[in-house]
Nanobody, 126 residues
Framework: QVQLVESGGGLVQAGGSLRLSCAASGRTFSSYVMGWFRQTPGKEREFVVAISWNGDSTYYADSVKGRFTISRDNAENTVYLQMNSLKPEDTAVYYC???????????????????WGQGTQVTVSS
């Protein structure tokens, strides 16, 4: 079992920055891939970025590449999402997720992640 708790969401103006955190507990954090997804009402959950178990590999959605940065601190059991140059279209509920079953591959499909946090709202005003 893995428990995930996101924090750091809020309201920011376009062009601003936010840093999201996701604290994990339960299974050994350093053994699995972590991802961030986002969702707006009426739309499917959208992949944002994933990071390998040791942080050496990352994979970003084109929509956030160059603006968002994922990182993880395995000593603190935490994954971060630094979001810069935010746009109104980044407005969504952001979720962190853990893939504990599929080895080292990083997947974009939400179905490949077994554990999810409760989500944190990010609102970017124009």
């Amino acid at each position: 079992q893995v428990q995930l708790v996101e924090s750091g969401g809020g309201l920011v103006q376009a062009g601003g920055s936010l840093r999201l955190s996701c604290a994990a507990s339960g299974r050994t954090f350093s053994s699995y891939v972590m991802g961030w997804f986002r969702q707006t009402p009426g739309k499917e959950r959208e992949f944002v970025v994933a990071i390998s178990w040791n942080g050496d590999s990352t994979y970003y959605a084109d929509s956030v590449k160059g603006r968002f940065t994922i990182s993880r601190d395995n000593a603190e059991n935490t994954v971060y999402l630094q979001m810069n140059s935010l746009k109104p279209e980044d407005t969504a509920v952001y979720y962190c997720a853990a893939d504990t079953m599929h080895g080292t591959a990083m997947y974009v499909s939400p179905a490949m992640y077994e554990y999810w946090g409760q989500g944190t709202q990010v609102t970017v005003s124009s």
